[in-house]
Each structure stands twice: as C-alpha cells, then as structure tokens.
C-alpha cells in the first residue's frame, strides 16, 4: 500500500491531512496547532517527498528517517509536520483493518477520566472557582487543572497575589474531594517553586506542571526531589535525546509528551515506553479540542502507565473560536467526568466537509 497523495486542509490554527494510497484507501491525521499555516508549507517541502511513494505499512521506517534526512532543519516544525503524516498513516491503517487505533496500539475502546483544564490567567481567582464548579456539576468532572503564576515568568505573579489567592480559592469552592492539579508554565526559579510548592501540598495539590524553565532539566529536578507532590513536565520536548535525558535524570515525576508536538503516535509511543522501563507515568499534554485530545485518548487507553487522567481543555469560542465546527460529531461528549473512546475504524471522526470547504487546500502527489 504506497502513498500516493497528500493533501492539506489548513487555516491559522488547524490543518488536517488526507493521505491516499495507490490502492485508493484513505485515512486522516492532523498537523499540530498553531501557525498549521507555516506547519503546513514544512509538511509539503520536508516531509511529503520522503514519503511519497513509501509503502504506509513501514510508519516506523518513515518516522526515524525523515528526521535523519532532514537533519540541518530538526525544529519543532518539522515534528509538528511529521505528526500530520503519522497520525494521517495511523488511520489508513486503522480502517484498512475495521479497528480503531486503540485496538492497533494495543489496547480496547472504552471511557477514560478527564481532568477539567483551564486555559487562562486573565481570569480572577473567584470566576475561576465559579466555572470549574458549574463544570462539576454539569459534566461530573472530579479532577481540575488552573494556572498559577505567569507564563516564563522569572517568578512574577499573572498579578500580585493571584496565586496565593487562587490555590485556596478553587479548594474551598470545589471542596476537598476532587484532584486539584496546576500549571506555572515555567515561571518559576526553583527556590520560589519550592515555597510556591508547599503552599500547594497544603492545600492538597496533587499535580505540579513545569515549574521551572522546562529547558532547565536540572532545576526542575531540584524541584522534584525536594517536594512530594508530583512535579510534571514534557510538553514542549520533542527531541529524543532530550527525552532520554529527562527520564534517566528523573527531572519530573509524570511526563507529559504532546503527541503532535513529538511528531505523532509512534514516536509518543516510543516517549511512553522509554517512561515505563524506568517507572514514570505518561499524562500526555492536549491542550485543546483539535484532534490531539482524541489522539491521546486512544494512547491513554493502550499504554500501561496511563496517568490518571486525560487532559481535557474547557475554553469555548469564546477564548478558541477556532475549535468551532471542526468534526461531522463531537468526539469529545462528557459524561459523568468522562469521555469515551468508540469502536469506529480509524480515529472515529470525520472532519466537517463545511471546515474543508474553507480551509487552504494544498497538495503533494506522485509524479505532480
Ligand atoms: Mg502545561
């Protein structure tokens, strides 16, 4: 089965993929989010000529050669890219066999816990606590992610005194039953990470996402080593080597690949399994209603150290008018705190012919 055509669907923020094989069959992945505009342009120059022609069965022949090939460009444009073609083969193959990808990786369809995770720092403490409770009791959800401090922050506050503010905000809202988890999006030095982190262990907080500049692998593991809480990390890593050294160091207690950051399926499958040898869960980062939350869905339900939870974003159009209208169904019901993943061939979902419509259409094919 080679690959005869790859096609593009892309605005801005989202860009789907259509890959056809010579036998006609078809499946369909996404480029990662954000700039799928530039994503795209990397997707037919760099990645579309080494796997036209390629048989879709040798993914991971595909997936460890491009990278070699294209050496002089390894950029996280050239995974984002690369993660359109492995998720698009991830399909194909899928339906070639009337399976859904979970059952190829290895695993069953079936419900997985979400955590409820919030987007936004430009929202007060109350209002925050006041969403994530409607969330709770609309959608069941028992488990929330907010942000703390601000966004590479060098230890200053979104404002002065949110964070202080909001940690015992949110607990004493939503009560002490639920999983409270947070984000510093790398704020922090880790003498603040560590004060910072025990104020969450006293309230009860049991997730603590990059704390420090998440380059920084040695003071993120200062940080691990010296707080009980879990200390996450991973989102933004998408180099093997980089991964390697994380784990083996044991800079964070739960990684978090991004499965279309990382370059796709095989290679997060790869990430997962190299966290496993050494005993670290894989929370994975999906960070918006694009494909990569259903994506991770079907990992979550085939890797033996699926963390606890599935990262679920709750911003509407409101903060994601881009989300609107992607898919023929929504993929992402909540029932219950859960979303569920079906027996459907493939990813199970079909991206809306209206979107396609709109989109930018661009195309690499044999012989074209
Ligand atoms: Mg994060």
């Given at each position: 089965m080679k690959i005869r055509k790859l096609e593009t669907f892309t605005n801005d923020f989202v860009g789907f993929v259509r890959l056809t094989a010579d036998d006609g069959a078809v499946g369909w992945g996404q480029l990662s989010t954000y700039n799928s505009d530039i994503t795209a342009s990397v997707f037919h120059r760099q990645i579309a000529p080494w796997a036209l022609g390629r048989d879709a069965t040798d993914l991971d022949a595909l997936v460890n050669e491009i990278p070699e090939r294209e050496h002089k460009f390894s950029c996280s444009y050239l995974y984002r890219a690369m993660s359109g073609l492995d998720t698009a083969i991830w399909d194909l193959r899928s339906k070639v066999e009337g399976k859904p990808v979970v059952e190829l990786l290895g695993g069953t369809p079936g419900t997985i816990r979400a955590y409820a995770s919030s987007m936004r720092r430009d929202i007060t403490p109350e209002a925050e606590a006041e969403r994530l409770l409607a969330l709770r009791d609309r959608d069941g959800f028992d488990a929330f992610k907010f942000r703390i401090g601000s966004e590479c922050g060098h230890d200053r506050d979104e404002w002065?005194?949110?964070?202080?503010?909001?940690?015992?905000?949110?607990?004493?809202?939503?009560?002490?039953?639920?999983?409270?988890?947070?984000?510093?999006?790398?704020?922090?030095?880790p003498r603040r990470a560590i004060e910072v982190g025990q104020m969450l262990e006293a309230n009860g907080v049991e997730h603590f996402e990059e704390p420090c500049p998440y380059w920084e692998m040695e003071q993120t593991r200062e940080v691990t080593q010296t707080l009980s809480l879990d200390v996450t990390g991973g989102e933004q890593d998408y180099d093997m080597?980089?991964?390697?050294?994380?784990?083996?160091?044991?800079?964070?207690?739960?990684?978090?690949?991004?499965?279309?950051?990382?370059?796709?399926?095989?290679?997060?499958?790869?990430?997962?399994?190299?966290?496993?040898?050494?005993?670290?869960?894989?929370?994975?980062?999906?960070?918006?209603?694009?494909?990569?939350?259903?994506?991770?869905?079907?990992?979550?339900?085939?890797?033996?150290?699926?963390?606890?939870?599935?990262?679920?974003?709750?911003?509407?159009?409101?903060?994601?008018?881009?989300?609107?209208?992607?898919?023929?169904?929504?993929?992402?019901e909540v029932t219950g705190g859960k979303v569920t993943v079906t027996d459907r061939p493939g990813w199970g979902v079909e991206v809306s012919p209206e979107w396609l419509a709109k989109s930018r259409y661009q195309v690499s094919e044999v012989g074209g």
């Amino acid at each position: 089965m080679k690959i005869r055509k790859l096609e593009t669907f892309t605005n801005d923020f989202v860009g789907f993929v259509r890959l056809t094989a010579d036998d006609g069959a078809v499946g369909w992945g996404q480029l990662s989010t954000y700039n799928s505009d530039i994503t795209a342009s990397v997707f037919h120059r760099q990645i579309a000529p080494w796997a036209l022609g390629r048989d879709a069965t040798d993914l991971d022949a595909l997936v460890n050669e491009i990278p070699e090939r294209e050496h002089k460009f390894s950029c996280s444009y050239l995974y984002r890219a690369m993660s359109g073609l492995d998720t698009a083969i991830w399909d194909l193959r899928s339906k070639v066999e009337g399976k859904p990808v979970v059952e190829l990786l290895g695993g069953t369809p079936g419900t997985i816990r979400a955590y409820a995770s919030s987007m936004r720092r430009d929202i007060t403490p109350e209002a925050e606590a006041e969403r994530l409770l409607a969330l709770r009791d609309r959608d069941g959800f028992d488990a929330f992610k907010f942000r703390i401090g601000s966004e590479c922050g060098h230890d200053r506050d979104e404002w002065e005194g949110r964070t202080e503010t909001i940690v015992p905000t949110i607990r004493k809202a939503l009560g002490s039953d639920v999983a409270l988890l947070v984000d510093a999006n790398s704020c922090y030095s880790p003498r603040r990470a560590i004060e910072v982190g025990q104020m969450l262990e006293a309230n009860g907080v049991e997730h603590f996402e990059e704390p420090c500049p998440y380059w920084e692998m040695e003071q993120t593991r200062e940080v691990t080593q010296t707080l009980s809480l879990d200390v996450t990390g991973g989102e933004q890593d998408y180099d093997m080597q980089h991964w390697k050294r994380m784990i083996a160091m044991k800079a964070v207690d739960i990684i978090q690949p991004d499965v279309l950051y990382l370059g796709g399926m095989t290679r997060t499958m790869q990430v997962a399994r190299m966290a496993d040898a050494a005993g670290l869960p894989c929370t994975p980062h999906a960070a918006n209603l694009g494909l990569v939350t259903l994506f991770t869905m079907h990992l979550l339900r085939a890797i033996p150290n699926a963390g606890k939870y599935l990262e679920f974003s709750i911003e509407g159009p409101d903060y994601y008018p881009w989300q609107e209208g992607l898919f023929v169904e929504d993929p992402y019901e909540v029932t219950g705190g859960k979303v569920t993943v079906t027996d459907r061939p493939g990813w199970g979902v079909e991206v809306s012919p209206e979107w396609l419509a709109k989109s930018r259409y661009q195309v690499s094919e044999v012989g074209g």
